[in-house]
């Protein structure tokens, strides 16, 4: 992106912060916001049958969490 754009896409976002452990989004909770990990580590886990929320993926500084479910139904797909 240009600076211009992501000077524009900056001044849509607001700040959050979690706590270590925290739940940030929960399968199938409807969300229609887009997160960019500022810093940290935000562990992505599913529900499985039989086995409990199971993590599939861990992201770090500068991933971007929940573009699936802005691209989908805007349902989380996973527990974030």
Known sequence: ???????????QTHKRDCAAGEVL??????????????EGRVDLAMK?????????LSLSRGDVIAWSAMLAS???????
């Open 25 to 38: 989004l929960d399968e199938g909770d409807f969300n229609p916001n887009l997160y960019l990990l500022v």
């Open 48 to 56: 499985v049958t039989g086995r409990g929320w199971v993590k599939i």
């Open 74 to 80: 805007g349902r989380m797909t996973c527990r974030a």
């Open 1 to 11: 992106l240009s600076r211009s754009r992501w000077l524009q896409l900056l001044s």
